[in-house]
């Protein structure tokens, strides 16, 4: 079973991954994990606290001459930005010190006043530090360790930007291969195929920030390589779309997910929704389409798995919607925190880390053992069962 938690806040020392049920064996490349950390923080739209942050993976525990132990795998990102928050605590409030503060006015859509009411604080910011997305980037790194153990094995996860907001991309650039998603320019300042849109979305952010607002969008997960088998249908929570869709509805702002043709599915008649299955000499069993999003009856089929997830926009917003003080019940705004206007193609990153994380625990729990070696043996059986059928 591979299992992996996250400790840390935003604003203290630093983030904690632990990793625990990699094989030992598996090489570990920490430029491979700093890379994925920094696509994270690439964006348009994103905000001042991108400019601070340099992350960088410190690994603790669990492997040694770059090779996994088999034992858990720990590893911390520092906060570069710690230092800023202890030298201004206590101080008199400035622009950029500000967030420092205590927090009484919960904001609308965060997890400030619910979360404040279940553990029965009286400072918000107990609960907006951890609750912050900061904690995604221990997520990525947690992820970046899952897709070397995937890579191994020729399954590859890759991310695009669909839609910012109202603008989206077009029809000729929704259902793009993997390999055209894993060619897009890692600069691109929001990892959208369609160039023209990616230009009417910078425009749209830029609206938004001039308005103190702040905008959603879509993105879309796409993992190839994935042999038919990974889940199962014989109990309901093991299901892959199950997991699958609670890692992506557990990212922040997420509000919704769909796999393969998803939502369009609901009104189409079943002859233009599933996937018919042909046989060639060159190849067993295959599809000419994947509506399914290469997965049928809780277990992936071999082709593609495509998910797209819908974020809302940060609630942090510039110009604050109303709320209510928590001490002396008065009208006020949403405290004004500093955070970004747009982070959907983060957010495009952490789910890839989250696909990845979910696929490598299905993967392990079909092939695993305690030595690559192990997996590797039982990876080409079955690809000879595949073969011969």
Same mark, same amino acid.
């Given at each position: 079973m591979l299992r992996f938690m996250t400790a840390g806040e935003s604003h203290g020392k630093g983030l904690i991954g632990i990793l625990e049920g990699l094989p030992a064996g598996l090489g570990v490349d920490e430029d491979f994990i700093d890379r994925e950390l920094g696509r994270r923080q690439l964006g348009y739209g994103r905000g001042g606290r991108m400019k601070i942050e340099r992350d960088r993976i410190e690994i603790l525990s669990g492997v040694r001459h770059a090779e996994t132990l088999g034992s858990p795998l720990s590893f911390l990102i520092a906060n570069r930005d710690w230092e800023n928050w202890t030298s201004a605590m206590g101080a008199a409030p400035i622009a950029e010190g500000a967030d420092r503060r205590e927090v009484t006015r919960p904001r609308p859509g965060h997890a400030d006043l619910a979360g404040v009411l279940k553990y029965r604080r009286g400072d918000v910011r107990d609960v907006l530090e951890r609750a912050s997305a900061r904690e995604t980037a221990a997520r990525v790194a947690g992820g970046a360790f899952a897709r070397l153990l995937?890579?191994?094995?020729?399954?590859?996860?890759?991310?695009?930007?669909?839609?910012?907001?109202?603008?989206?991309?077009?029809?000729?650039?929704?259902?793009?291969?993997?390999?055209?998603?894993?060619?897009?320019?890692?600069?691109?300042?929001?990892?959208?195929?369609?160039?023209?849109?990616?230009?009417?979305?910078?425009?749209?952010?830029?609206?938004?920030?001039?308005?103190?607002?702040?905008?959603?969008?879509?993105?879309?997960?796409?993992?190839?390589?994935?042999?038919?088998?990974?889940?199962?249908?014989?109990?309901?929570?093991?299901?892959?779309?199950?997991?699958?869709?609670?890692?992506?509805?557990?990212?922040?702002?997420?509000?919704?997910?769909?796999?393969?043709?998803?939502?369009? +599915?609901?009104?189409?008649?079943? +002859?233009?929704?599933?996937?018919?299955?042909?046989?060639?000499a060159d190849k067993a069993f295959f599809r000419r389409t994947n509506r399914a999003g290469g997965i049928e009856g809780g277990m992936s089929n071999g082709e593609e798995i495509r998910v797209r997830v819908f974020f809302k926009p940060i609630p942090t917003l510039g110009r604050p919607l109303a709320s209510v003080d928590i001490r002396s019940r008065e009208a006020s705004e949403g405290a004004l925190e500093r955070s970004d206007v747009c982070a959907v193609p983060a957010a495009g990153v952490v789910a890839e880390a989250m696909l990845g994380l979910v696929l490598a625990r299905a993967f392990l729990e079909k092939f695993g053992g305690d030595a690559v070696a192990e997996i590797d043996a039982r990876w080409a059986e079955y690809g000879r069962h595949l073969g011969s059928v």
């Open positions: 995937l890579d191994r094995y020729g399954i590859r996860i890759g991310s695009h930007v669909l839609a910012v907001g109202p603008e989206r991309v077009g029809p000729e650039f929704e259902q793009l291969p993997l390999e055209r998603i894993l060619r897009l320019d890692p600069a691109s300042p929001l990892r959208a195929a369609d160039g023209e849109a990616e230009g009417r979305m910078k425009a749209a952010i830029d609206r938004a920030r001039g308005g103190g607002d702040t905008l959603g969008g879509t993105v879309e997960v796409v993992a190839g390589g994935v042999p038919p088998g990974l889940g199962t249908h014989i109990q309901w929570d093991l299901r892959l779309d199950g997991w699958i869709a609670q890692a992506m509805l557990s990212i922040p702002s997420a509000k919704a997910c769909e796999i393969g043709c998803g939502l369009e +599915s609901a009104r189409t008649p079943g +002859s233009g929704v599933h996937d018919a299955i042909y046989s060639g």
